[in-house]
């Protein structure tokens, strides 16, 4: 069984008010292993729902899927994602302006 990882790395906004963007990583994993960085999701399917959720395009996630399956994993950059939509992915926002790694919701 595959899993696939979504890990999210959140950078500080360009305009001063403006909103914070983020690099989704997505890496495909032979075995279930659990990592404190990551949101697991067991199929594909689950988490390009969620990405779809979360306002990614179709396309998007056809580019994403393809980098993946060539490389086993795929970066998606210059998300724009309010802290709703990372709570939706399963992640905690992060309140600093500082670049950090958004960590998963326990």
């Given amino acids: ?35 404190a960085q990551s949101a697991n999701f067991p199929s594909w399917q ?17 580019n994403a ?10 970066r998606i950059t210059g998300v724009s994602l309010s802290p709703m939509q990372v709570e939706l992915l399963g992640f905690i926002p992060e309140t600093s302006s500082d670049a950090a790694v958004i960590h998963p919701a326990l």
């Fill in 1 to 35: 069984m595959e899993l696939y990882k979504l890990h999210m790395l959140a950078h500080p906004p360009e305009l001063p008010n403006g909103p914070a963007t983020y690099t989704l990583m997505v890496a495909r994993e032979a075995s279930p292993t659990g990592s």
């Fill in 46 to 62: 689950s988490l390009a729902q969620k990405l779809l959720n979360v306002g990614m395009s179709e396309g998007e996630l056809q």
């Fill in 65 to 74: 899927k393809k980098e993946l399956d060539a490389n086993r994993y795929c």
